[in-house]
């Protein structure tokens, strides 16, 4: 009895040694009656059965198993194999050709002929070699179980591997669905697993057609100023559609452009970001679902020639001096109160004053905080004439306009201008 146990210990050595750990071996015994189980992860994997190696009652070695192996053993002894399909894959995501940007799904749309799919792999049996395969056929098209494409072989070392394989050569304007399984190196197959969307996603390498006749209009109103913007639609785009359309930037002619909107829906908007006294330059563009985006639109420019804007009057214009009864031709002083109100920034502002009732301008002296112009107008405003200050100006005059520089938000002043009685 001893020595056929010695005899069973050198056979297993021997296997040990043969299949070790070049084959990822593992071993595992114990004493049933004298049965001794070895288990090989390597090696030649052909069959999912278990052969025990049993010490017969006369001291030969008999074999529990298929009678091929049976006979392999010739009553020396014999190392089996086992071997379980691979575990269905998991986590299955989409992504473009990067690999970053996620396609969403069902229907997500795609701007790149090569798409990259991840998965979770795992297998139940640790050390095997394990490779990932997709089947991608267009949308309404049946599967045919048959793979288009694999990845490259992975170590499984018993935690689940995210892993990946590349779909090229998808068409434009194309919908599409996938499946996945799992391969070891025995060629042993797990289930197919589907995403289920029909499709799954879908391509579109084309921009939309650019949009045409943009427009830009500074407009000088009482609080912020800002550009008024319009365009004409995009044409169309043969895939996904126009999704929306980007608004760019510039304070230099035809280059320098910067992004300052994105996802514009309908024909125009307005930028509420500019600074007075600077000239802007814009161009549009329109973009799709799978974010192919148009060259640029023409350039609109809005030019801050006028965007000084009027101030709120704080107060009517008030007599400062005189005689309590002038007599025609006195000059007659008045104070204009006037304040910076409703504007985030430092800003040039206008103040324009109506002559007071029986004056006469006369006088062209204004003083004021940094007046920089006066202009005055004979019909109300409808158009005006330029004065240096500091001139005369005769006839009938019904209002007074002083452009005044740069005064921080918020902030109140008075112009004083000089009258004279008819």
Same mark, same amino acid.
Request: glycine fraction near 10%.
């Given at each position: 009895m001893m020595l056929n146990k010695q005899k069973l210990i050198i056979v297993i050595a021997v296997l040990f040694i043969l299949f070790g750990t070049a084959n990822s071996a593992r071993r595992t015994s114990t004493n049933y009656g004298l049965q001794t189980d070895v288990y090989n992860q390597g090696g030649n994997r052909g069959t999912s059965e278990s052969y025990i190696l049993r010490q017969g009652s006369a001291g030969q070695q008999s074999a529990v198993g298929s009678a091929e192996s049976a006979s392999k053993i010739a009553g020396q002894g014999y190392i089996y194999t086992t071997n379980t399909k691979p575990s269905s894959p998991e986590s299955l995501q989409q992504f473009r050709a990067d690999g970053v940007t996620q396609i969403a799904w069902p229907a997500g749309?795609?701007?790149?002929s090569t798409e990259v799919m991840k998965v979770d792999i795992s297998d139940p049996d640790p050390g095997d070699v394990l490779v990932l395969e997709i089947e991608v056929v267009l949308s309404g098209e049946a599967f045919s179980?048959?793979? +288009?494409?694999?990845? *490259?072989?992975?170590? #499984?070392?018993? /935690?689940?591997?995210? &892993?990946?394989?590349?779909a090229i050569n998808m068409a434009d304007n194309s919908g599409y669905i996938w499946q996945v399984r799992v391969r070891d190196l025995e060629n042993y197959y797990s289930d197919w697993v589907t995403l289920g969307g029909d499709p799954d996603f879908q391509t579109d390498f084309a921009p939309p057609i650019t949009p045409e006749?943009?427009?830009?209009?500074?407009?000088?109103?009482?609080g912020p100023a800002y550009v008024y913007l319009t365009w004409e639609a995009s044409a169309g785009d043969?895939? +996904?559609?126009?999704? *929306?359309?980007?608004? #760019?930037?510039? /304070?230099?002619?035809? &280059?320098?452009?910067?992004?300052?909107?994105?996802?514009?829906t309908g024909t125009s908007t307005s930028d509420t970001t500019v600074i007075l006294g600077t000239d802007y330059y814009y161009v549009i563009t329109a973009h799709d679902a799978a974010t192919n985006e148009s060259e640029f639109s023409n350039q609109a420019s809005a030019p801050q020639l006028e965007v000084t804007r009027e101030a709120i009057v704080a107060a009517p214009a008030t007599y400062t001096g005189g005689s309590?009864?002038?007599?025609?031709?006195?000059?007659?002083?008045?104070?204009?109160y006037?304040?910076?109100?409703?504007?985030?920034?430092?800003?040039?502002?206008?103040?324009?004053?109506?002559i007071p009732e029986y004056t006469q301008f006369k006088l062209g002296t204004a003083t004021g905080e940094s007046l920089s112009a006066v202009y005055f107008s004979n019909d109300n405003g409808s158009n005006w004439d330029y004065t240096p200050t500091g001139t005369y100006v005769d006839g009938d005059v019904t209002h007074i306009k002083w452009e005044v520089n740069v005064i921080s938000s918020e902030a109140s002043s008075k112009v004083e201008y000089g009258t004279v009685i008819r």
């Open positions: 749309w795609t701007k790149t179980d048959t793979p +288009s494409f694999e990845g *490259g072989a992975v170590n #499984y070392s018993g /935690t689940p591997i995210n &892993t990946s394989v590349e006749s943009l427009a830009a209009e500074a407009l000088p109103v009482t043969s895939g +996904s559609g126009v999704a *929306g359309y980007d608004l #760019y930037r510039s /304070t230099t002619p035809d &280059t320098g452009y910067s992004k300052i909107m994105s996802l514009i309590s009864d002038p007599v025609p031709g006195s000059i007659i002083n008045y104070y204009l006037y304040q910076n109100i409703g504007f985030a920034e430092a800003s040039n502002i206008v103040i324009i004053d109506q």
